[in-house]
């Protein structure tokens, strides 16, 4: 590059960072960060109505979680107004937008009337100066908006950094308002405006926004700024095939948090959903950096797959260390009603169970057996706990009340209570699992057994009245 790479993410804070979004900024931030350039957060709330703290404060969070620092922000385009009205002023100076009269029922009568002549729709350009053209008496009590002058023919092109050269004519678009009656301005004024401020060299963003674009490059110009690269991402489907989107009910980042996932997997996963580094399907946050020069982006829509995501995840978990997986757990305990230390000896049972697991939720579900009561269904008992097996139970209890509490010592007892009794392990074994932990299926008993407070087993292994 031969200047600094400048990207940025500028989500609206209407509600929680949609996964489209997150992608978008992983990229921005990925690409930044390859270049060893900044990465800029603004939050475009100039919503007012649909803007709140609460969907900021998610915005951040997420942004937290996902490792996606910024260099610069979080940046507030509502703490820039006067910015974006000196601008105004000067673009209204020097004719390139003017102000507009026209009422909504105007601008309904005028639509009415072009579908009724058969005509696309678009403001006619009424209220726009010309030379010779006499505009019409300005209206008593009606505020203006501000249009930009959009050129009114030529063609509007751009290289894009995802879909290749994209060309659209200024005929298909009209002249835009780019400041509300209330003083507020509008997206796509406020972003070129932001951009160029901030000496944005890279726009990378969903591909919704490819019909902003035209608009956009054409203010750029009139105000005489240098245009960033623009890369327009293809839309995410959801697993129904339509679009991914906070509209249609799709979880925010920070859900997949709460339902157990690591960041890094989320990271890993985002990233594959339209782009890829030959075959490599797992890859850490620094090969990311070092392999995202921004190529390589596919042009054609990913399709969001649970599956694929909790296999990915699950792969992380396998290689988490055991003491930050511990605090993981035990924060999902808790909101169960679980106060359970993140010590040595939880991040010890986390090491046993993780390999079964695609979450901190499942791993959370297998350790909780451990700090509340298990309750056996009747035929796990009515299948292993037999009349056979309960006097190698009840002997087997009597041998772990004193035995080396550790894998080696409940496993010298199992083998004395097996020999005695003339048993194999899968009897007794599975009846051990069912009884202390509620299941028939764990893994390894002894080391299981190992893990739990020995009061807990010996209370399990209590004998119980035979099942009916």
């Given amino acids: 590059m031969t200047s600094t790479v400048r990207t940025r993410i500028a989500p609206s804070p209407t509600g929680f960072l949609h996964l489209g979004t997150a992608r978008t900024a992983l990229y921005s931030w990925a690409f930044a960060r390859h270049h060893g350039g900044q990465f800029v957060l603004r939050i475009e709330d100039t919503d007012v109505a649909r803007s709140t703290q609460d969907s900021v404060d998610q915005i951040l969070a997420a942004m937290r979680w996902l490792g996606l620092d910024c260099d610069e922000g979080p940046?507030?385009?509502?703490?820039?107004?006067?910015?974006?009205?000196?601008?105004?002023e000067q673009m209204l100076a020097a004719g390139t937008a003017y102000r507009c009269y026209a009422t909504p029922d105007d601008l309904d009568a005028m639509r009415e009337a072009q579908r009724e002549r058969g005509e696309k729709t678009h403001y006619d350009g009424r209220w726009r100066p010309a030379p010779g053209k006499?505009?019409?008496?300005?209206?008593?009590?009606?505020?203006?908006?501000?249009?930009?002058?959009?050129?009114?023919?030529?063609?509007?092109?751009?290289?894009?950094?995802?879909?290749?050269p994209i060309t659209i004519s200024n005929e298909e678009i009209d002249d835009l308002i780019i400041l509300r009656p209330d003083g507020v301005p509008t997206y796509n004024f406020a972003v070129v405006v932001d951009d160029w401020d901030?000496?944005?060299?890279?726009?990378?963003?969903?591909?919704?926004?490819?019909?902003?674009?035209?608009?956009?490059?054409?203010?750029?110009?009139?105000?005489?700024?240098?245009?960033?690269?623009?890369?327009?991402?293809?839309?995410?489907?959801?697993?129904?095939?339509?679009?991914?989107?906070?509209?249609?009910?799709?979880?925010?980042?920070?859900?997949?948090?709460?339902?157990?996932?690591?960041?890094?997997?989320m990271l890993n996963y985002l990233a594959r959903l339209g782009w890829s580094h030959g075959d490599d399907e797992l890859f850490t946050r620094g090969q990311m950096v070092a392999w995202f020069d921004g190529s390589h982006l596919a042009k054609s829509p990913a399709q969001w797959d649970p599956a694929k995501l909790a296999w990915v995840n699950a792969q992380y978990l396998k290689q988490a260390d055991d003491a930050?997986?511990?605090?993981?757990?035990?924060?999902?305990?808790?909101?169960?009603?679980l106060l359970v230390a993140a010590d040595a000896r939880m991040a010890a049972r986390c090491g046993l169970f993780k390999d079964r697991c695609n979450t901190t939720v499942e791993l959370a579900d297998w350790l909780a057996m451990y700090d509340a009561p298990v309750t056996p269904e009747a035929a796990d008992l009515a299948t292993h706990v037999t009349d056979a097996v309960q006097p190698a139970l009840s002997a087997l209890r009597d041998r772990l009340a004193t035995c080396a509490w550790d894998k080696a010592g409940i496993q010298l007892a199992m083998k004395e209570t097996l020999a005695e009794h003339?048993?194999?392990?899968?009897?007794?074994?599975?009846?051990?699992?069912?009884?202390?932990?509620?299941?028939?299926?764990?893994?390894?008993?002894?080391?299981?057994?190992?893990?739990?407070?020995?009061?807990?087993?010996?209370?399990?292994?209590?004998?119980?009245?035979?099942?009916?």
Avoid at 254 to 260: L, R, S
Avoid at 324 to 337: D, N, P
Avoid at 439 to 458: C, H, I, K, W, Y
Wanted: glycine letters at 8%; charged letters at 20%.
């Fill in 75 to 88: 940046i507030y385009q509502m703490q820039r107004l006067e910015r974006y009205h000196a601008v105004i």
């Fill in 198 to 265: 901030m000496a944005i060299t890279h726009v990378f963003r969903g591909d919704e926004h490819i019909n902003n674009t035209p608009w956009q490059i054409n203010i750029f110009r009139a105000l005489g700024a240098p245009l960033p690269r623009f890369g327009h991402c293809p839309i995410i489907l959801g697993d129904d095939g339509q679009k991914l989107s906070k509209r249609r009910g799709a979880v925010s980042v920070t859900a997949y948090e709460d339902a157990g996932y690591l960041p890094e997997a």
């Fill in 134 to 164: 006499a505009l019409p008496p300005v209206p008593e009590g009606v505020k203006p908006v501000v249009r930009f002058a959009n050129p009114p023919d030529g063609l509007v092109s751009w290289d894009d950094l995802v879909k290749g």
């Fill in 324 to 337: 930050r997986l511990a605090g993981l757990v035990a924060a999902q305990l808790a909101t169960r009603g």
């Fill in 422 to 468: 003339g048993l194999k392990m899968p009897q007794l074994a599975p009846a051990v699992r069912v009884l202390v932990c509620g299941r028939a299926q764990t893994p390894s008993v002894d080391a299981v057994l190992s893990l739990f407070e020995r009061s807990t087993v010996l209370e399990r292994l209590q004998p119980r009245s035979p099942v009916l």
